[in-house]
């Protein structure tokens, strides 16, 4: 079956549409995307070969194709782990085997599909400390994956852990953990209290990367992005 998928997935390639990804995704010498390849499949696609075949692959076929040096194979990896992880009762073990191939969940599509609904949703009931070393990695793919697991907490009101590793980001040096970052703050202000955000901009905000900040009072009045805006 995975030979087939790989089949199915290459009579999708569009070399235009690969090009214009390859630029969109930074895969250019030197940029966080560097060497990766496309074939220019968009997701809607990619998705319809996921609901193919997602309970026909093991763990074994999935740790081959997210090992490829093919974007969009190891997205329909990441995305059939997904599905697997909520349909299946193997959930510790696709959790163990997500966090044993951070290596190659690297761009930020591939975390964004794939984190929370694993290792957020995993770790609703359990000891969260797994977040704090990832937050802290030398990995920007495992910083980020630190974040945006938090948004499965996020949207069950519960966003202490957010704003801890938010705190541990905001020295963070990469503009794609600052978006993140700003865009998990965001989040708490909309889907938990605006007040919380407040206060956490009131106590970091001057310490906060630009992007980070313009990210987190996205949705916040013009009088209030304009105080914050002001250093």
Known sequence: MLKQLKKDLRDLADPKKAKILQRFFK????????????????????????????????????????????????????????????????????????LSRTKYINNWDLVDLSAPNIVGEYLID???A?????????????????????????KRGDYADTLKIAKILIKDTHDLIHKATGWMLREVGKRCKKTLLINFLNNHYKQMPRTMLRYAIE????????KFLKI
Do not use: C
């Open 27 to 98: 895969t250019g010498k030197g940029e966080y995307g560097e060497g990766d390849v496309f074939l220019g499949v968009v997701v809607p696609k990619q998705r319809m070969l996921v609901k193919k075949y997602w309970r026909d692959l093991d763990l074994k076929d999935l740790d081959k194709l997210i090992k490829s040096k093919i974007h969009e194979e190891r997205l329909i990896a990441l995305l059939i782990l997904v599905y697997q992880y909520q349909s299946l009762n193997t959930k510790s073990l696709i959790f163990k085997f997500y």
């Open 219 to 226: 949705r916040l009045d013009q009088k209030t992005k304009k």
């Open 126 to 128: 359990k000891n969260r």
């Open 130 to 154: 797994i977040l704090y070393r990832l937050a802290r990695s030398k990995s920007l793919w495992e910083r980020r994956i630190a974040i945006l697991s938090t948004f499965a907490f996020i």
